[in-house]
T-cell receptor, first 118, second 115 residues
Framework: ETGVTQSPTHLIKTRGQQVTLRCSSQ?????VSWYQQALGQGPQFIFQ???????GRGNFPPRFSGLQFPNYSSELNVNALELDDSALYLC?????????????????FGAGSRLTVL | AQSVAQPEDQVNVAEGNPLTVKCTYS??????LFWYVQYPNRGLQFLLK??????LVKGSYGFEAEFNKSQTSFHLKKPSALVSDSALYFC?????????????FGSGTRLLVRP
């Protein structure tokens, strides 16, 4: 089975631009979440998608948005980029259990997309 | 507020010696606890988790962790370290009251195993 794949692996943008990051979830996983990992820090939860709807969000402004598609792949969009948005963006997928944390499902992470904002 | 603390930025250990990477947490109610490892240019890899039951859980690559409810700790251990264990280790907690799979991560501990 394939794991979680993310694209692009690296990209450079300038302040004010917009970026779209993409994620293909692991086969059989229908829940996708996104995390931001700034340099020297632990990952921070951005949001989660289940059945193409956002069902959990961290402390990130509305210019961070996402989509989940019928094949469970996902996009993270960031508008009006700021210098502090420079980070590794990690996508993680998990198996179906209704999208709720009723189980102890393990997240499978992709290798990430490293965004640099100049 | 929920939080995870990893008090050591770096842990140094000689190959063959036991290692411990510390983690304490703060969450309301019963937590799910996880350890992940991150190698350079790689995503996070799952090592082990505590859900319920035995306080000592065993995971991948010979790692184990002990859940201590009174001390709100979940320290990662390995009896004999390998040079290949050198990596960045993250402790994480999930609040059972949360409807999402949101994980709260610590800031990470870099493990260096010298030959």
């Amino acid at each position: 089975e394939t794991g979680v794949t993310q694209s692009p692996t690296h990209l450079i943008k300038t302040r004010g631009q917009q970026v779209t990051l993409r994620c293909s979830s692991q086969s059989g996983h229908n829940t996708v979440s996104w995390y931001q990992q700034a340099l020297g820090q632990g990952p921070q939860f951005i949001f989660q998608y289940y059945r193409e709807e956002e069902n959990g969000r961290g402390n990130f402004p509305p210019r961070f948005s996402g989509l989940q598609f019928p094949n469970y792949s996902s996009e993270l969009n960031v508008n009006a980029l700021e210098l502090d948005d420079s980070a590794l963006y990690l996508c993680a997928s998990s198996p179906a259990d209704g999208g709720r944390a009723t189980g102890a499902n393990v997240l499978t992470f992709g290798a990430g997309s490293r965004l640099t904002v100049l | 507020a929920q939080s995870v603390a990893q008090p050591e930025d770096q842990v140094n250990v000689a190959e063959g010696n036991p290692l411990t990477v510390k983690c304490t947490y703060s969450v309301s109610g019963n937590p799910y606890l996880f350890w992940y490892v991150q190698y350079p240019n790689r995503g996070l890899q799952f090592l082990l988790k505590y859900i319920t039951g035995d306080n000592l859980v065993k995971g991948s690559y010979g790692f184990e962790a002990e859940f201590n409810k009174s001390q709100t700790s979940f320290h990662l251990k390995k009896p004999s370290a390998l040079v290949s264990d050198s990596a960045l280790y993250f402790c994480a907690v999930r609040n059972l009251m949360d409807s999402s799979y949101k994980l709260i991560f610590g800031s990470g501990t870099r493990l260096l195993v010298r030959p």
